[in-house]
């Protein structure tokens, strides 16, 4: 019997290409991102204490019960399993503020999971990444309780609250993040005010090391980098991204401080501030929602720290990592095409 005919009588499963296997699984890329947030987690706790693990562990919640929904109403197999809701809810709870209550960060994990990986079919089929879509709802439904910070190891309440008693005693010291600062820099118009502030931002090695106001996992640069060390030795994410996100905002940051130093943060606040680099290495590489080929993951991360710079420096907000990231996860269609391989033999072929 020749293979044709044998193929025809399905004795040879027949299989589109590419016909390659990887050692790569979905457990096994989620193990690898939660070992990566591991020091990210650490240096959470250290610096926010309990309220660090009580959101973390709420977020986590909300979004493990929203897969689980979602399957349930879909008649899918579960796949709680794989560690991807688990990934999905603590990178939300690193995205927010240290007295976010708890239970609005369940709610961020279930809509996180519910819409935006359930909604399009699973992990797999999703075009935005769900923990962006998890935080933009938190940002457009809690805008105040989003942008209030405290200085690291201050203590305050579990759940939100008062930051002072009736009796007047302080629980929490409020602070202005760098990019806070960075902003109030911007507004001041007046160079000799300008300055004032800017001798608030903290230096390079304070934002490195994280001891400063901020979201839960984005204070320590130094963290941040350890844990996207270990990502990129076990080639869960390549360099294309993270490298296109920060020269992008250096290039920008650059050039918009030397035509007017008096009023814009050096490079150094905005690169090691704010959510630049978890974004860089953590949110923006989501395999699902990134380009496939190298060249266009390169200009997605170009695209995301170049929007991100935009809103700092020109837009109303602070922070801009959020938005860009989405605004980039819906041109990656177009990057995949552009940036697709030619066919071998195929010269001159056009991929409009």
Request: proline share 7%; with cysteine.
């Amino acid at each position: 019997m020749v293979p044709e005919e044998k193929a025809q009588r399905g004795l040879f499963p027949l299989k589109s290409s590419p016909h390659l296997t990887a050692p790569l699984t979905t457990p096994r890329v989620m193990l690898d991102v939660l070992i990566a947030l591991l020091p990210v987690t650490i240096a959470a706790i250290l610096f926010f204490r309990l309220h660090a693990i009580v959101l973390i562990l709420a977020s986590v919640a909300g979004a493990a019960l929203a897969e689980w929904i979602g399957n349930r109403l879909m008649n899918k197999e579960h796949t709680l399993l794989d560690g991807s809701a688990v990934v999905t809810g603590m990178i939300l709870a690193l995205c927010l503020p240290p007295t976010f209550p708890f239970y609005f960060a369940a709610l961020g994990g279930a809509v996180s999971t519910g819409i935006g990986k359930m909604a399009f079919g699973g992990l797999g089929y999703n075009i935005f990444n769900p923990a962006m879509v998890g935080r933009t709802f938190l940002t457009a439904c809690f805008g105040t309780m989003m942008t209030a910070w405290i200085e690291p190891g201050t203590l305050y309440p579990i759940g939100g609250g008062d930051l002072v008693t009736a009796a007047g005693d302080v629980i929490a010291v409020t602070a202005a993040t760098p990019l806070g600062i960075a902003k109030q820099m911007l507004a001041a118009g007046d160079p000799a005010e300008a300055a004032a502030i800017a001798a608030q931002l903290p230096g390079p090695l304070r934002l490195f090391l994280g001891n400063i106001g901020g979201s839960l996992g984005e204070t320590s640069a130094l963290a941040i980098l350890l844990g996207s060390l270990w990502m990129l030795l076990r080639r869960t994410i390549t360099w294309h991204i993270p490298a296109g996100v920060l020269l992008g905002a250096f290039v920008f940051g650059l050039v918009a401080w030397l035509a007017n130093p008096t009023v814009v943060a050096d490079p150094s606040a905005h690169l090691l501030g704010g959510a630049m680099l978890f974004g860089a290495f953590i949110i923006a590489t989501d395999p699902v929602t990134c380009p496939l080929s190298a060249s266009g993951r390169f200009a997605f991360g170009v695209g995301v720290g170049l929007i991100t710079m935009l809103i700092r420096i020109v837009g109303g907000y602070p922070e801009g990592v959020m938005y860009a990231v989405l605004l980039m996860n819906a041109v990656t269609p177009f990057l995949d095409r552009w940036t697709a391989p030619r066919p071998l033999g195929l010269e001159g072929t056009s991929h409009a």
